[in-house]
């Protein structure tokens, strides 16, 4: 198989790159992931995506790069996008923000394909809902260090997940790459499993 450059130094999207058997090499994005305010979520993750994506094949034009992947993942309560935090205050107030509600899980993954020179986005919503939480439980998910790095402050796949009553739509796309949707894109772009 023809090994593929995951713009993204995400853990979990590595572990499902793993997880399909794909080769792949790790080049972090550099992209500015700034956005508008009171962008859509559903297009401005899409738009992260692809702008990841560009950025790595920008920052190597001499590299050899046939298939590269993009992805991000936004959360959104109340027509306001939460994206990573920048320190723990402000993942505190993210999680006092969803305490006890729902709010939506935005992930998209972009595909470049070198062979047709183009590029594939989809954007995947998923609904999560949490428990009412008290300060006390808060600062005790805080200590974890959990939430650094994690768009919303958690992680559903870690201990977060004591908290989340429901989950409505893809888990994979909540922890980060909707799997069904990227193995549909590799496929419609013959993308050589096996080969």
């Known amino acids: ?39 859509d979520p559903a297009l401005a993750v899409k738009e992260l995506a692809i702008r990841k994506l560009n950025a ?38 993210m999680l006092t923000s969803f305490q006890g509600q ?27 809902s949490f428990v009412p939480l008290s300060e006390a439980e808060i600062q005790w998910y805080l200590d974890t260090n959990e939430w650094e790095g994690a768009a919303g402050s958690y992680k559903i796949q870690g201990l977060a997940a004591c908290f989340i009553k429901e989950i409505r739509g ?6 980060g790459l909707p799997l069904h949707e990227f193995y549909v894109m590799l496929r419609n772009n013959s993308y050589p499993f096996g080969g």
């Not at 130094?9 to 956005?35: C, W």
């Open 1 to 39: 198989m023809k090994k593929i450059i995951l713009a993204s130094g995400s853990p979990r999207r590595q572990e499902y790159f793993r997880l399909l058997g794909l080769p792949f090499e790790v080049i972090p994005s550099p992209a500015d992931e700034s956005l508008e305010p009171n962008a």
């Open 56 to 93: 790595v094949r920008e920052q190597n034009p001499d590299k050899e790069m046939p298939w590269i992947v993009g992805a991000d993942t936004l959360i959104s309560i109340d027509h306001k996008i939460f994206g990573k935090p920048k320190d723990r205050d402000h993942a505190r107030n």
């Open 102 to 128: 729902s709010h939506e899980v935005w992930s998209a993954v972009a595909l470049f394909n070198g062979r047709k020179n183009t590029i594939d986005c989809v954007s995947v919503g998923s609904t999560v």
């Open 170 to 175: 893809s888990y994979s796309s909540i922890v």
